[in-house]
């Protein structure tokens, strides 16, 4: 006798938590379609960064430091030229 529907589901959500909880993601958190570590990386309109660190922020698809940048209709500009959006 075969499975029913909710007995496959049920198997498949099983084997699907316990192979994310060995991550430790409960859902692989992805990116444009390609898994990340968002503890590592970063994830900014669908492009990772790998050597992001927690200075940083998106600005569109690019990466500053929010300590010496800002970002302004999606261009980066540097802190010290107190530009206004």
């Known amino acids: 006798m075969g499975m029913s529907q909710k007995q496959i589901l ?4 099983v084997i699907a938590c316990c192979v ?3 991550r430790g ?3 692989e958190p992805d990116c444009g379609g390609q898994p990340y ?3 590592e990386e970063m994830c900014c309109h669908r492009v990772v960064w790998t050597d ?6 998106c600005c569109g698809v690019m990466v ?3 300590h010496k ?3 302004c209709d999606g261009k980066i500009y540097s802190v010290k030229e107190r530009r206004k959006c």
């Open 10 to 13: 049920l198997v498949a959500v």
């Open 20 to 22: 994310s909880v060995t």
């Open 25 to 27: 993601w409960l859902i």
């Open 37 to 39: 570590d968002p503890r």
């Open 52 to 57: 992001a660190s927690e200075d940083d922020a």
């Open 64 to 66: 500053y430091n929010k």
């Open 69 to 71: 940048s800002v970002c």
